[in-house]
């Protein structure tokens, strides 16, 4: 009991000591199962604002299909089946945090083997899991301006993602190079700011060869995520509902 309630102390001072003093907080051992407790918290946090954000996506996608002319059955029936989907999803939240954790510390710890910087997979993945709260931060951040603005703003197809980085300077952009802009911004940055911190501290390696294990992983990620966005505009302008 003792250990544990040392470990819970620890893991809570070095989540908290991250946003302060980062460089003192990854010259904590962030092996093992480190990375526990900013899944608890972090899953949770995720799960809550997931769970605020579903009512905003049931309109959002109610009005697309309103605008598309689907008729009121297929609406009914595909909102239907997005809340019962939902229910799960947000159960979901947690393990599917915890996988792209998994995701982005192999990423690194291959990035590592590459530079022959010392890493183990361990030490990534409690990096990585320490250095996610600005993500946090940015998603809560998303979700304060989606209620701002009212569900009244939602009939525009990117409404769910409003602009938060160098998007916000260059709104004439169009998809998916705007949702690239968008990731310019000051969560992604602190993001892998820490990362770069706690690589060096984790592998004792100075930050320019941190960055050089980091970046890829953080490239890669943008990558997949514009093909998606890619992916999924070429499906919705074929889809008639």
Not at 44 to 66: D, K
Not at 186 to 202: N, P, R, T
């Amino acid at each position: 009991m003792k250990d544990l309630l040392n470990w819970l102390r620890t893991g809570t001072a070095t989540f908290f000591e991250v946003a302060v003093d980062p460089e003192s907080a990854f010259r904590r051992d962030l092996g093992g199962h480190s990375y526990m407790l900013p899944l608890c918290v972090l899953g949770l946090v995720f799960a809550l604002m997931a769970w605020l954000q579903a009512p905003l996506a049931i309109q959002w996608t109610r009005l697309q299909m309103q605008a598309a002319n689907a008729s009121p059955d297929q609406v009914s029936a595909s909102l239907a089946v997005m809340m019962r989907v939902q229910r799960w999803a947000l159960a979901a939240v947690p393990a599917l945090l915890f996988a792209k954790w998994v995701l982005s510390a192999a990423m690194v710890w291959l990035a590592a083997q590459l530079c022959l910087v010392n890493l183990t997979f361990a030490r990534g993945l409690g990096v990585v899991a320490y250095s996610y709260l600005p993500v946090c931060f940015r998603d809560a951040t998303v979700l304060f301006i989606l209620w701002m603005r009212g569900a009244g703003t939602l009939d525009h197809p990117d409404a769910l993602n409003p602009a938060i980085g160098l998007n916000l300077l260059l709104p004439q952009l169009s998809q998916p190079w705007s949702t690239l802009a968008g990731n310019c911004n000051v969560f992604e940055l602190w993001y892998l700011m820490l990362m770069v911190l706690g690589i060096s501290a984790a592998a004792a390696v100075r930050r320019r060869t941190a960055l050089a294990v980091v970046l890829p992983g953080w490239l890669a990620t943008l990558l997949i995520q514009l093909c998606l966005i890619s992916l999924g505009q070429s499906m919705r302008s074929g889809n008639s509902w």
